[in-house]
T-cell receptor
Framework: AQSVAQPEDQVNVAEGNPLTVKCTYSVSGNPYLFWYVQYPNRGLQFLLKYITGDNLVKGSYGFEAEFNKSQTSFHLKKPSALVSDSALYFCAVRPPASGTYKYIFGTGTRLKVLA | NAGVTQTPKFQVLKTGQSMTLQCAQDMNHNSMYWYRQDPGMGLRLIYYSASEGTTDKGEVPNGYNVSRLNKREFSLRLESAAPSQTSVYFC????????????FGSGTRLTVV
């Protein structure tokens, strides 16, 4: 079965330190990969995507993500965390074209940046 | 610059009552989706509409029905609400293919007592 795993329910990091939020997937072929962020009482907001090309993609708010095909991972990173980055982060995968456009979402990782 | 608009934002229902959640998008997207979000379970797809005039079941369709009224609007109906349907519901839309990602509404927080 196709799946997306975010192995950490919560990640704590001190402000100014680098952060990583992990995502691995089990999908055959070459999927589209996404990261979304959700602030309290808000909908999900698009951060970045990988479809093809350079394995390091840059997105909104200084975030970037590294695609690793051999490890089927798409980890979210930021060189220097801000308290305002504290939110819930979702990894999502769109399997290769099969006539539908359904994404598979991970269960989410809560990021807490400590001042 | 509305994007995806959901109504209502909050709703409390009694068990057995019915209601319809409304969703409209102004981005001329072909595809629309309904998800529910529950703690520890992430987002689960209820129904989706790949294009106007088509709807299909997602991962958790039981207890729900949908209508793609036109290209802009996609509604979700609970015919007989149950406490297990207490959740936050999100509508989303995307261009055909989904390569640009989804645009989400701000959600409806539904409590069934």
């Amino acid at each position: 079965a196709q799946s997306v795993a975010q192995p950490e329910d919560q990640v704590n990091v001190a402000e100014g330190n680098p952060l990583t939020v992990k995502c691995t997937y089990s999908v055959s072929g070459n999927p589209y990969l996404f990261w979304y962020v959700q602030y309290p009482n808000r909908g999900l907001q698009f951060l970045l995507k990988y479809i093809t090309g350079d394995n390091l993609v840059k997105g909104s708010y200084g975030f970037e993500a590294e695609f690793n095909k051999s490890q089927t991972s798409f980890h979210l990173k930021k060189p220097s965390a801000l308290v305002s980055d504290s939110a819930l982060y979702f990894c999502a995968v769109r399997p290769p074209a099969s006539g539908t456009y359904k994404y598979i979402f991970g269960t989410g990782t809560r990021l807490k940046v400590l001042a | 610059n509305a994007g995806v608009t959901q109504t209502p934002k909050f709703q409390v229902l009694k068990t057995g009552q019915s209601m319809t959640l409304q969703c409209a998008q102004d981005m001329n997207h072909n595809s629309m989706y309904w998800y529910r979000q529950d703690p520890g379970m992430g987002l689960r797809l209820i129904y989706y509409s790949a294009s106007e005039g088509t709807t299909d079941k997602g991962e958790v369709p039981n207890g729900y029905n949908v209508s793609r009224l036109n290209k802009r609007e996609f509604s979700l109906r609970l015919e007989s609400a149950a406490p297990s349907q207490t959740s936050v519901y999100f509508c989303a839309s995307s261009e055909a293919g989904g390569s640009d990602g989804y645009t989400f509404g701000s959600g409806t927080r539904l409590t069934v007592v």
